[in-house]
Every structure is written in structure tokens, then in C-alpha cells.
């Protein structure tokens, strides 16, 4: 069946524009979570949807970030004002809502800020 | 705060030889233990997870060994090949039917198979 995709796959911005990137998950998975890598880096916790519950948002970096999700399926992460330290590939993952259910990444999203 | 160490950062063995990854976690609580093989300009894949509740579990040439007392779990590859050439994440979680916590990945060991 499909797996996770992220959109788009490459996003090339100045510094200072907005950024919009997009996740769509495996359906029936209720649990989304967002990551960034920094090149040669490990994986970077941002955001985590469950279902209707408050989203964990812990560990976004800064204001600057934000993620929304519509119900239990596509889900949105901005950055305002983008910076040069933003540049990262940014993944997205969707799981049952088990505890003990695996994450599923998506191919990710190469964000350059120039 | 929960912390997972993982060793060795790089790893190379020839091909055909074993390669086993370790990794320790902090949090008494994690009683579920998956881990993630990420390629060359793609996500990270889950390969193999385990259960506080089991020692060991196999998947042909990989398998997974848990030890909760000293929370230290293992991966090890048997038979490389230059296929499984890629960088590994374990992770530990509190594994719960009914709620979530958060997952927490290791730093990552890149593994090269030398032909």
C-alpha cells in the first residue's frame, strides 16, 4: 500500500520567506510525528499529533515553527522567517496508535535556505 | 532526561563478516525498542523491534537482543552484504496500549560493508 509522502521532495528559499511542507500519512495511522536532520546528524524531535488530543509540541526550536494537522490525516509544518540554521531534510512519520506500533518516515523534505 | 547512547558512530567489516550495534538507554520505563536503517537520501526504515517482555527475536540475518537489567539492547547483522551499508538508529519507548510517549532515537551508526 502507499507509504508516508512529504511534499515537496526539494525546497530552495531566502532567508526570511516562509515555508509551508506538507505530510500525508498512511491512512488509519492516528499518530504523526514531525523531525529534522541536519546533514550527518541523528533525528531531531519537533512535534507529535495523537488523534483529538493536544499535539506534544516540545520540541519545537523557536516560534518560528508550527504544525498543524487536520483530523487524522494531512498534516503541515510552517517556518516563519526562515533562517540559515533551518536549512535540514525534515521528516515526517505516521504509526498506529499503539505504543508498541513502529514509525513509518516518509522520503523527507531537503530545506536550503540561501 | 531519557537519553539512548549508541556505539560504535562508524563501523566498517567486510563483507560477509557480522557487524553488531549497541545502544543503552536511560529510562527504566522503555519497554519497547525498535530500530531504523536510513539510506543514502532516504527515511530512516524500520527493520526489526523487540518487547521488554523478550530477550532476543530474529529476522533472517538480523536479530535483536535485550537486556533489561543492564539496559543495554543489540543489533547484530550476520552475512553482510554492501547492501546493508547505511546508517542504523535504535530508539526506546515507553510502549503503551492506550497512550504514547515519546520516542527517543540514538545518535545513529554508520555502517559501510566493504566488498
Known sequence: GAGVSQSPSNKVTEKGKDVELRCDPISGHTALYWYRQRLGQGLEFLIYFQGNSAPDKSGLPSDRFSAERTGESVSTLTIQRTQQEDSAVYLCASSLASGFAGQYFGPGTRLTVT | ?115
Not at chain 2, 533472517?60 to 538508529?89: C, G, M, W
Request: glycine share 6%; aromatic share 8%.
Open chain 2, 1 to 115: 532526561g531519557e537519553n539512548v547512547e549508541q556505539h560504535p558512530s562508524t563501523l566498517s567489516v567486510q563483507e560477509g563478516d557480522s557487524a553488531v550495534i549497541k545502544c543503552t538507554y536511560s529510562d527504566s520505563a522503555s519497554n519497547y525498542f525498535p530500530w531504523y536503517k536510513q539510506e543514502l537520501g532516504k527515511g530512516p526504515q524500520l527493520i526489526i523491534d523487540i518487547r521488554s517482555n523478550v530477550g532476543e527475536k530474529k529476522d533472517q540475518r538480523i536479530a535483536v537482543t535485550l537486556n533489561k537489567t543492564a539496559k543495554h539492547f543489540s543489533l547484530h547483522i550476520t552475512e553482510t552484504q554492501p547492501e546493508d551499508s547505511a546508517v542504523y538508529f535504535c530508539a526506546a519507548r515507553r510502549g503503551m496500549k492506550t497512550s504514547y510517549d515519546k520516542v527517543i532515537f540514538g545518535p545513529g551508526t554508520s555502517l559501510s560493508v566493504i566488498p
